[in-house]
Each structure stands twice: as structure tokens, then as C-alpha cells.
């Protein structure tokens, strides 16, 4: 098993920036790729970012390509989101997952661990 623990949620402005964290426990030896999603009231679940828990390879969706980085310490088991340049449209509850497996990088389903979720709201 393993266990991911979001943090870094808030409320900030048009315009502003926050970090999400997301620290792994347990089993991460069996992690391929790491994923950030969100769920905004009334909508399905989509994909933010990924990253391969080895480094390397990175993927964001369009609406958040050149404004969100995602990263990752391994000495920490810790993956990263940096938002910048926030627009309302951005407010969610934000998830970290893990995939054991080389699967769709953007397809929820294809992950095997989530987190409990962080809030992040963007005012106007």
C-alpha cells in the first residue's frame, strides 16, 4: 500500500501562487508515475500534471501548460505542484495519486492510490 498526503491548499487571489505537496508512505518502491487532478463543484475529476516517480518525463493539461510546474524530491517521497498565475477557474479540490503501472498518465482510473484532497480557491 501506499499512502499520499496532501498539503498546501488555500484561498489566494487572481494572480497568485501556491504549492501543493504530496508526501508518500508505505510501499513507494512500487510507484511508476505520480498525478495531480482536480474536482471542482458539479464536474467530473480531470487531470492536471504528472510525473514519472523516476524523473524525467513531465505532462500537464492544456489550461494549466505554462503556468503550473510539477516536480518531485524522491530523498522526500514528495511531489510538487506549483501554481502560478491562478485564475478562478482553477478552483478545486486538488488530489495526488500514484500509478503502480506505465499506463494513460491522464486518466484517473489508471491510478492505484489517492489522497484525501486539498482545497485550493482562486478569488476574482
Known amino acids: 500500500q501506499v499512502q499520499l498526503v496532501e498539503s498546501g491548499g488555500g484561498l489566494v487571489q487572481a494572480g497568485g501562487s501556491l504549492r501543493l505537496s504530496c508526501a508518500a508512505s508505505?510501499?513507494?518502491?512500487?510507484?511508476?508515475?505520480m498525478g495531480w487532478f482536480r474536482q471542482a463543484p458539479g464536474k467530473e475529476r480531470e487531470f492536471v500534471a504528472a510525473?514519472?516517480?523516476?524523473?524525467?518525463?513531465?505532462y500537464y493539461a492544456d489550461s494549466v501548460k505554462g503556468r503550473f510546474t510539477i516536480s518531485r524530491d524522491n530523498a522526500k517521497n514528495t511531489v510538487y505542484l506549483q501554481m502560478n498565475s491562478l485564475k478562478p477557474e482553477d478552483t478545486a479540490v486538488y488530489y495526488c495519486?500514484?500509478?503502480?503501472?506505465?499506463?494513460?498518465?491522464?486518466?484517473?482510473?489508471?491510478?492505484?492510490?489517492w489522497g484525501q484532497g486539498t482545497q485550493v480557491t482562486v478569488s476574482s
Open positions: 495519486a500514484a500509478a503502480r503501472g506505465n499506463s494513460d498518465y491522464a486518466r484517473a482510473g489508471e491510478y492505484n492510490y
Open positions: 508505505g510501499r513507494t518502491f512500487s510507484i511508476y508515475r
Open positions: 510525473i514519472r516517480w523516476s524523473g524525467g518525463s513531465t
